[in-house]
């Protein structure tokens, strides 16, 4: 066998609808959050935000607060003074930074930023104060800037040292538009408004340090999904050398990329456990996280494009501008949004030329930053929109216009116009298979036959291209290049058991499950047999843990290379034994077998064993354990979403009657959690495109700071979700997996908007914003906005 099997083994394990062995913890309560952890003489940290979109901060009286009770700390901006401010690092020129000091000093920058944090023996001590302080503290409040429409202008600027609130603003040509618009038969336009939401994970944010200053030791618990990273920028903010930083992500309740980039409260609340050589906690509440977690998603698309007569889709001039909240948010960027939805913009078709225009501007609102299928959403939503627009305009039937311009898998490995390289996909099969789950011919006389009844139903279609496995490759390829380095241990100790110690940090996914197919696989064992660990930097090898649906492509990868290293290292041990020669030995069902004679055989427990404690067989390399290190290739991933519903035309009121989605993620390693996360992220997408937007007050008041005003789908508004699979292997990556879990989410919106423009295609309505909430729906029936 050769020592470094590059590809994943595929026997009893990968591939199986295994169950997840995580979900045991979870369902029974019994897995430990942030929250869950007690230090003795812990202190509680409660935030004093600012009830100001904008305004100077004139000053915080301390002691209003600390009078409260003698356990009460106040740090206010001041007292950070020697901590870095935080700084966003995508790599791109003309991007104006804007650095962001973990608790405010001069302004406020949106309702819910920073302004004190105190702190007291109990959570109601520090609450009281902190109500106290809140009432305190003078501002002057300034004009705040609610939107991004003439951004470039001065006045007010949010951050006065720039000058300006637009941040960024490019255009980059891909190939000749100018020729395209002068050959084309028609140009279509087509706008989106699309909407700020975010994601709303079950546990909101929450950070826990306990400073000891006996060890020069610094342990902070964090719901993240970057471990090492938030490792790396705690020593760099706070001056402390990185290993005696341990980060720990317990249980992590869902993080959806909110919790990717570091937040200001990750690095405070270790700066003040340091200051106070305390162990200190802070535990977000609800509203805190409707106000001050990281909002998403909004952006303004302008598209114009040049079609001929027969459908064709000959090339499109974009423009994609980002809302990007007070802040570029810290070590992401208000880039995200736009840039990426400028580079994924092409999605499945072929484009001759594309003029892409990206800008990101400040605003007066909470700051933006990842959500699951981060600019890829607004990407796809309005590119498929306006397919749907051409296909109407042209009186082209939809599906009709998508095989025109749709690439073919044979034209695969494919570079789009954005420089993309898609290296396979099923493209116009996950559209035939679509098209026929949802049952699309028959649809059109059920359509016409109830329209005549006064009844609108509608089917929406939307076709995806999910760029998946971000390692130094992908996030080029995206437009916001970012070096990566990640990596797994696979150890077999000596009872022949196995412990997985990865640098991804699973949040939900099902990591321990899927790693352990790919290892139980690698070494001829069971997943019972297996460990996996992650989110502990003190436990793990470096990396860049869990986002941008990197995990089963790079971890997966990880793990199987280790694992190949650990059976060969195995199959070395065994063949000392029996003295055979290694390449004549295999490993299944927890045995060391000599190839083409089962019968002689050692038990693998009886291999570990001797491995460690024999010392004439353990020979050069005394632990069965390998770290293998892996930066992926960028891997595409692709699918089709279909949805039915019905619209009531006197209420605007929506139900969905069918979802249907086709995930093509190449090699699956385990079939049934990419069912769930497609129905986790069709659930979002469906809640982008009906329920949810952050809504602000013209004075920059936020107005949706309970989950009564911020509408999530429930199970009630769900029908079933269908999900089909076609597995067209990457031939890029180790074991030709791709990634998969944003693809729902990107697809699921374009789905349906174009649902509803179909079921209110009588009324000539054209879907230019998002939530598509009964108010709006019925400006589109009567042809008011606003109605
Ligand atoms: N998988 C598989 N075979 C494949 C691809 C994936 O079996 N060919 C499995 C993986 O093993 C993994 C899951 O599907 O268990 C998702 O894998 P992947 O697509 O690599 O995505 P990541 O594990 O890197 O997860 C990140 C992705 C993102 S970016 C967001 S946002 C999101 C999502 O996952 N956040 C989630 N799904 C989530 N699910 C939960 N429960 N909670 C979140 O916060
Ligand atoms: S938004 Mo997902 O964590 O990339």
Redesign the pocket.
Known sequence: EPTQDLSIRREKWVGRRTQRVEDKRFITGTAKYVADIRIPGMLYAIYVRSPHAHARIVKVDKSVAESVHSSVRVFAGEDFSDVEPLIDHVALDNLLRTPQAVVSIDKARFVGDAVAIVVAESELIASDAAAALADAIEYDVLDSVMSVAGAEQTSPNIHDALGTNEIYRQTERHGDTDDAFARADRVVSSTLHHNRYGAA?METRGVLANFEKSENQMTVWSSTQMPHFLRSVIAGQLGLSENRIRVIAPAVG????QKMATSPEEVAIPYVAYRLGKPVRWIEDRREHLIAATQAKEQFIKLDAAVTKEGKILAVRGEFVGDGGGYSFNTESALIEPALAGKAFPGPYRLEAFDETVAASLTNKTPVAAY?GVGWTAANTSREILVDDIARELGIDPVEIRKINMLHGEELPYRSITGQLYDSGSYHESLAMAVEKIGYESFRERQAALRKEGRYIGLGISTYVEQ?AWGSESSAQAGTPLPSHDNATVTMDPSGTVLIAVS?SC?????ET?YAQIAADGLGIDVADIKVIDGDTDATPYGLG????????IG?ATVARASADVRAQILRAAANMLEVNPDHLTIADHKVQVIGSPSVSLSLADVAYAAHWDDAVRAENPMLTSTKFYDPPATYANGCVAVELEIDACTGQISLDRIVAIED??????PM??EA?VH?AVTQGVGGALYEHFKYAPDGKPMTTSYLEYQIPSAADMPPIEVYSIETPSPFSVGG??????GGQIAAPGAVANAVADALAPFGAKVSKLPLDPDYVLSLIHGVDGW
């Open positions: 994970p869902g993080g959806f990329g699951r998946t991804t949040h939900g996914q099902g990591h899927s869990t986002y941008a649906s990197r995990s089963a492509v997966g993620c190449g090699m699956q390693i385990n959690i990419v996360q986790g997996i791709k990634g998969m879990g944003e």
